[in-house]
């Protein structure tokens, strides 16, 4: 079964960066989409999301500061978080869909903390 395995979550300062990787177990041929879903209590907001060889979604939350990338040869997808504010801090899960697949397969989760 894949697995999706995240890490790169952690403390930073307003205005500051991280970067979220999000690591596939094995790799898969036909992937569709790669996301980013973030969760702050009960409140969950996709944050961005790509359809390979296609369109780009962002949250308007996040426009012009996050990015969504994808290094093949590594399977992994990364979200660049730029320009931090208070109101980001949550817990960041990835996604990934390929056309085979009958539901995305999600990570575990990473925290963002944003805080002085």
């Known amino acids: 079964q894949v697995r999706l395995v995240e890490s790169g979550g952690g403390l930073v300062q307003p205005g500051g960066s991280l970067r979220l990787s999000c690591t596939v177990s094995e790799s898969v041929h036909d992937i569709y989409t790669v996301g980013w879903t973030r969760q702050a209590g009960d409140q969950r907001e996709l944050v961005a999301s790509s359809i390979i060889g296609g369109v780009t979604y962002y949250a308007d939350s996040v426009k012009g500061r996050f990015t969504i990338s994808r290094d093949n040869l590594k399977n992994t997808v990364y979200l660049q978080m730029n320009n931090l504010k208070p109101a980001d801090p949550a817990v960041y899960f990835c996604?990934?869909?390929?056309?085979?697949?009958?539901?995305?397969?999600w990570g575990q989760g990473t925290q963002v903390t944003v805080s002085s």
């Open positions: 996604h990934v869909k390929a056309k085979s697949w009958s539901q995305a397969t």
